[in-house]
């Protein structure tokens, strides 16, 4: 159901995802081309992946009916 408080969850969450993927283009322009695998097991791949779930969820919220 779409209540204010599911609407500042998923702005929040939206804001967190596009934190941890700007975090990881700073770090993909700071490695060399050769050496690109940022996008393989790193921290920061963890952490978006992390935050990419969690905004799903807080949008699954939103389309809920009850």
Do not use: C
Not at 16 to 29: E, G, M, P, S, Y
Not at 36 to 65: C, F, H, I, N, P
Request: charged letters at 30%; glycine letters at 4%.
């Amino acid at each position: 159901m779409v209540t204010r408080e599911t609407v500042n969850v998923a702005v929040a969450e939206a804001e967190r995802f596009l934190a941890r993927a700007h975090a990881l283009l700073i770090v993909d322009n700071q490695t060399e081309p050769a050496d690109r695998s940022v996008y393989y097991g790193s921290k920061e791949t963890g952490a978006l992946r992390r935050a990419s779930m969690d905004l799903t969820r807080a949008l699954a919220d939103l389309r809920k009916y009850s």
